[in-house]
């Protein structure tokens, strides 16, 4: 709920801090004394429309800061956590409007957007007056009220889950026939394509391959001149080999008289002999790959280049033409297969359809339970408040195929007739100000359990009313004070007999100036104004008799 609100230098405000309790909390004032400007400066908290004009004449800039304490497990400490915001028990939300119109928000003392600031504020706080064309007002927002009032929670849980299986089915299935619409409308390129790269038969990394060899190739000539100078060297003027062998001979001869200490020398000569072998050995093969074939580079040159040249046609690198060989490949394959698969998409597609139609029709047939309840639990509500002829409905309407969704196949429409026999209309176009607000009145009381925010805003709701309807809507704002903090600004006795928390707006000149100013009211003050309220300029003793029978009333 709202704690406290702190304003400084908002219109005629140059300075006001106010503490706020539970229950129904009324505001009282004279014509113009500067409620609304209350109003606006909360809603300058809550992320609403800031103009330059609130600022305060004379002053460099306008602020506001309203705290909220908000139960456990409300939605505002979820998107607290989201922005890395969390806080403790308190939710601090301020605003700073310059003369210029331009605006900062900040929440915990941390700056954050204007659009998070109104996100985070339409989870703490209703406002409804005549003219709100928000909330409950708002046909967007009707299914979810009535789902809301219904509990239909895991009914919506299960019906988004089918909708989204659905859509993934669906989406399958199209991607599928458009993938093979494409394919067979490229199919004689395709297998053109398909039968030269078969013939080619490339290989990942076979680029590079080629490139090597076709590198050692090109240079034959001088690496066979150094194979053979390197073979002279070799076995020239005596085999370097039976050279060792001879040394290695003379050394074990006389290894016995040095104590075999020369042991270690002649195996070192030993292997020698035999690295030498070996390598003569390589040295052969070598010379003999290069004269075996004299034709090899012309063969490594025209794979190298037939490679390159499918490449460049297909644009993409030599190293993927294997990859496309097997792309096209599976996208004629999907061409010769395409019916079973088809057939099988298609089949996947409608039993999740099904799956889906029998989710929404569940959801349906408690939507359609849940809008009589609440037609008879509002309309139940109206006769006190004198309009016992009036009649409120939910419509739902089944929607086109086109406009199902993950919330069900129907639209939901608050819909009222305010006279017998008139053609029921929606909610928002009622003609008189005074039937909207008791018809939003009602609803509210009626889904008071359901109220997401905990602070709920009536801004003169009972404007147009008196006598028994306006002491039956103090008595509907008190119930639903039960469930929700309510603050009303209200001109009614009658409702401002019944809050539990009393404030009066006035307004006041001083030094050359108009300022506005708010006192909260002692038992004593609040008879004086609820005398004021019934009597108007001359208080009598017959109204302060009257305040007191009205707040004598007002307790339970």
Request: aromatic letters at 4%.
């Amino acid at each position: 709920m709202l704690v406290a609100l702190s304003i400084r230098d908002v219109v005629l405000i140059e300075r006001l801090d106010l503490q706020f309790g539970s229950g129904l909390c009324a505001l009282t004032g004279e014509t113009g004394a500067g409620k609304s400007i209350l109003l606006d400066s909360l809603g300058l908290a809550l992320g609403r429309r800031a103009e330059a004009a609130l600022v305060r004449q004379g002053a460099e800039r306008a602020s506001v800061t309203a705290a909220f304490e908000p139960p456990a497990g409300h939605a505002a400490w979820g998107l607290l956590t989201e922005q890395g915001l969390d806080g403790e028990e308190t939710i601090f939300l301020r605003r700073v409007l310059g003369t210029d119109g331009r605006s900062r928000a900040f929440v915990n003392d941390q700056q954050v957007s204007i659009g998070f600031l109104r996100t985070l504020g339409d989870t703490l706080v209703e406002i409804h007056g005549q003219n709100d064309r928000l909330g409950l007002l708002d046909p967007g927002t009707h299914r979810a009220t009535l789902d809301a009032f219904g509990g239909h929670g895991p009914l919506l849980v299960a019906t988004r889950a089918s909708h989204a299986a659905w859509r993934e089915a669906t989406e399958a299935l199209e991607a599928r026939k458009e993938a093979a619409a494409a394919a067979r409308r490229d199919e004689d390129y395709l297998r053109h394509v398909l039968n030269e790269l078969d013939a080619l038969e490339p290989e990942p990394g076979e680029e590079s391959r080629l490139a090597a060899e076709r590198t050692y190739l090109m240079h034959g000539e001088r690496l066979s001149d150094a194979l053979s100078a390197a073979e002279r060297e070799l076995v020239g003027q005596g085999s370097v080999e039976a050279r060792l062998r001879s040394a290695q001979r003379e050394i074990e001869r006389v290894d016995e008289q040095a104590g075999h200490r020369l042991r270690p020398v002649a195996e070192a000569l030993e292997r020698a002999a035999i690295e030498t072998t070996e390598a003569m050995d390589l040295l052969a093969a070598a010379m003999r790959d290069i004269e075996r074939e004299p034709n090899k580079l012309e063969t490594v040159e025209q794979r190298l280049f037939a490679l390159r040249g499918a490449a460049r046609k297909h644009s993409v690198p030599v190293d993927e033409l294997a990859a496309l060989r097997a792309s096209f490949a599976e996208r004629l394959a999907s061409i010769d297969d395409e019916g079973g698969a088809l057939v099988a998409l298609e089949r996947a597609a409608e039993a999740a359809k099904t799956r889906y139609n029998a989710d929404a029709e569940t959801l349906s047939a408690a939507r359609r339970k849940a809008a009589t309840a609440l037609a008879d639990a509002v309309t139940a509500e109206l006769a006190p408040l004198k309009m016992g002829d009036a009649a409120f409905r939910a419509e739902l309407t089944l929607l086109e195929e086109s406009g199902w969704s993950a919330e069900g196949r129907e639209r939901v429409t608050f819909t009222v007739a305010t006279n017998p026999g008139s053609a029921p209309g929606p909610l928002h176009r009622i003609a008189s100000g005074g039937e909207l607000s008791r018809f939003m009145l009602a609803l509210e009381v009626v889904l008071a359990r359901t109220v997401a925010a905990p602070s709920l805003i009536f801004d003169e709701i009972d404007s147009g009313i008196g006598g028994a309807v306006a002491d039956a809507v103090g008595q509907r704002l008190a119930r639903l004070a039960g469930e929700a903090q309510v603050l009303v600004v209200t001109h009614q006795p009658q409702v401002a007999a019944r809050a539990a928390h009393h404030f009066r707006v006035s307004k006041m000149s001083k030094g050359g100036g108009t300022r506005t100013t708010v006192d909260v009211l002692p038992d004593d003050d609040r008879r004086e104004e609820i005398a004021r309220m019934l009597a108007g300029a001359e208080i009598t003793d017959a109204a302060r008799a009257a305040a007191d029978s009205l707040m004598r009333g007002s307790v339970p």
